[in-house]
């Protein structure tokens, strides 16, 4: 997936994510509030989701979709897209 190697929007959601996790650990080791802890979890957990689905979707239309493809292209992308899905799904 080359096309995403310059991509600002994803480098800053990834940014925000490392923020989270980081929060996340600063609950468990200061021995903050257990909810609170779990809730920040499930933050993290939510966005890394959202994420996955943004590099879903660029591989499909970039890898899969794009009608200029020769077909074996279309092929190999949608190959790379069920092994990254059965991947997330476990």
């Known amino acids: 997936m080359a096309h995403l190697h310059d991509s600002p929007a994803l480098v800053a959601r990834v940014r925000r994510i490392?923020?989270?996790?980081?929060?996340?650990?600063?609950?468990?080791?200061?021995g903050q509030d257990c909810a609170k802890t779990l809730h920040l979890a499930a933050a993290v957990r939510g966005a890394v989701n959202g994420l996955i689905d943004e590099l879903i979707e660029a591989h499909v239309r970039t890898h899969v979709a794009a009608p200029?493809?020769?077909?074996?292209?279309?092929?190999?992308?949608?190959e790379e897209l069920i092994a990254a899905i059965r991947r997330y799904a476990k």
């Open 18 to 30: 490392i923020g989270q996790l980081q929060a996340v650990e600063r609950g468990l080791t200061d």
């Open 68 to 78: 200029d493809l020769p077909q074996a292209e279309r092929e190999q992308g949608a």
